[in-house]
């Protein structure tokens, strides 16, 4: 498995990391929509690839190993840059903003675009198990305080979800031992495109205090 890495930043200053960062992956998150959808003569392309090339290789001139991992602070911050779902400094990721309403319930609202197109116009269900997954993930970590890996996530799609704004919810709906299920929706203006289940788990490995009884 990946790391856990407690890492002493202080947390004024992964705020002032955060805001170069965070313009930074949203400036790539651009150059991915622009990728899909440009139609510019194709010497113009091949410009363009060039000059990414090089912003890649000045990049890269320094940079970590591997993954960027979990990271935690003592000031009980956690950041993780790179995450699928949520990451700031991941291009890939919408990134979805959850808010946790109380311990067990979670939303957010995402705009989604051409990069993550399934169906003509439509949400790629596998974004939208992504997505879900995440969120009911941390839904079922009642905010933060245990670990929770999914189990078995069971996604019923009842129509088509359009790209374009949509809201996500999830919550845990009851808990045994160190299994938590947990229920969640994806949905639009019309209302909801897509219901999930999921069992999460508390791995062995984590049943501290805080997951015991
Ligand atoms: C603070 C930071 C927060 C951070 C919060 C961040 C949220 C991130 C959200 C991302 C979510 C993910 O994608 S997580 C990544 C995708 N998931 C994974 O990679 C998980 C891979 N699988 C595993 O690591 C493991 O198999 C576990 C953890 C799922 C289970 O291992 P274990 O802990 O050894 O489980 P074990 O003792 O055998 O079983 C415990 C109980 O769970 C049941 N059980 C075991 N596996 C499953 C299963 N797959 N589906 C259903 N039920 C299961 C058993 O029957 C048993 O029930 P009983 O006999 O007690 O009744």
Same mark, same amino acid.
């Given at each position: 498995?990946?790391?856990?890495?407690?890492?002493?930043?202080?947390?004024?200053?992964?705020?002032?990391?955060?805001?170069?960062?965070?313009?930074?992956?949203?400036?790539?998150?651009?150059?991915?929509?622009?990728?899909?959808?440009?139609?510019?003569?194709? @010497?113009?392309?091949?410009? %363009?690839? +060039? &000059?990414? $090339?090089?912003?890649?290789?000045?990049?890269?001139?320094?940079? =970590?190993?591997?993954?960027?991992?979990?990271?935690?602070?003592?000031?009980?911050?956690?950041?993780?840059?790179?995450?699928?779902?949520?990451?700031?400094?991941?291009?890939?990721?919408?990134?979805?903003?959850?808010?946790? @309403?109380?311990?067990?319930? %979670?939303? +957010? &609202?995402? $705009?989604?675009?051409?990069?993550?197109?399934?169906?003509?116009? =439509?949400?790629?269900?596998?974004?939208?198990?992504?997505?879900?997954?995440?969120?009911?993930?941390?839904?079922?970590?009642?905010?933060?305080?245990?670990?929770?890996?999914?189990?078995?996530?069971?996604?019923?799609?009842?129509?088509?979800?359009?790209?374009?704004?949509?809201?996500? $919810?999830?919550?845990?709906?009851?808990?045994?031992?160190?299994?938590?299920?947990?229920?969640?929706?994806?949905?639009?203006?019309?209302?909801?495109?897509?219901?999930?289940?999921?069992?999460?788990?508390?791995?062995?490995?984590?049943?501290?205090?805080?997951?015991?009884?």
């Amino acid at each position: 498995m990946g790391e856990f890495v407690h890492e002493e930043i202080p947390s004024t200053e992964l705020d002032r990391l955060e805001a170069t960062y965070r313009p930074l992956a949203d400036a790539v998150r651009d150059l991915l929509d622009a990728t899909i959808r440009t139609t510019v003569p194709e @010497e113009q392309v091949r410009a %363009a690839q +060039a &000059e990414i $090339e090089a912003l890649v290789a000045r990049l890269r001139a320094e940079q =970590l190993p591997g993954p960027a991992g979990v990271r935690f602070n003592s000031e009980a911050r956690a950041w993780n840059w790179g995450n699928a779902v949520v990451g700031l400094r991941n291009a890939v990721a919408p990134p979805l903003r959850i808010v946790h @309403e109380s311990a067990g319930h %979670a939303w +957010a &609202e995402v $705009e989604l675009g051409a990069p993550y197109e399934g169906p003509p116009g =439509l949400v790629h269900g596998g974004v939208s198990a992504m997505l879900l997954d995440h969120l009911m993930g941390e839904t079922a970590s009642a905010a933060f305080t245990r670990v929770t890996f999914t189990g078995t996530l069971t996604m019923t799609y009842r129509r088509g979800t359009p790209l374009g704004p949509l809201r996500l $919810e999830a919550r845990i709906d009851r808990e045994e031992g160190r299994k938590v299920w947990v229920v969640a929706s994806i949905g639009d203006a019309d209302g909801v495109t897509v219901e999930a289940e999921g069992v999460f788990i508390v791995p062995a490995w984590a049943a501290g205090e805080a997951a015991r009884g």
